[in-house]
């Protein structure tokens, strides 16, 4: 059974850094897109980063949407099937419930559309204070 463990999340002040990581477990992750997605109230599941697993060509490449491009890094423990988020510079505007995602096919890059990833985590909070 697929299982995305999500963890990392909690409240810091504007301008300061929080690390989510995300664990896969049940099958074996690799060769697939894992990405991360968040989501507020009353808004659409916003795609913020993804990474290819892949051993081969484009393994390890990382995508970011315009919104945490520059204070967001995404990187992989491909010994622990784990990924890890880095959030520097928060501003209260990443308030969000942050949600792990895998099982995203690799086109030559991964895509930040949540109805491609078949497999995701129950999500950690995350707020940012002003």
């Known amino acids: 059974q697929v299982q995305l463990t999500e963890s990392g999340g909690g409240s810091v002040q504007a301008g300061g850094s929080l690390r989510l990581s995300c664990e896969a477990s049940?099958?074996?992750?690799?060769?697939?897109?894992m990405a991360w997605f968040r989501q507020v109230p009353g808004k659409e599941r916003e795609g913020i980063a993804a990474?290819?697993?892949?051993?081969?060509?484009?393994?390890?490449?990382?995508y970011y949407s315009d919104s945490v491009k520059g204070r967001f890094t995404l990187s992989q423990d491909s010994g622990k099937n784990r990924v890890y988020l880095q959030m520097n510079s928060l501003k209260p505007d990443d308030s969000a419930m942050y949600y792990c995602?895998?099982?995203?096919?690799?086109?030559?890059?991964?895509?930040?559309?949540?109805?491609?990833?078949?497999?995701w985590g129950q999500g950690t909070q995350v707020t940012v204070s002003s």
């Open positions: 995602a895998d099982g995203g096919l690799f086109t030559g890059s991964c895509h930040l559309r949540s109805r491609l990833y078949p497999h």
């Open positions: 049940g099958y074996d992750y690799s060769s697939f897109c």
């Open positions: 990474i290819y697993t892949g051993r081969g060509s484009g393994g390890g490449s990382t």
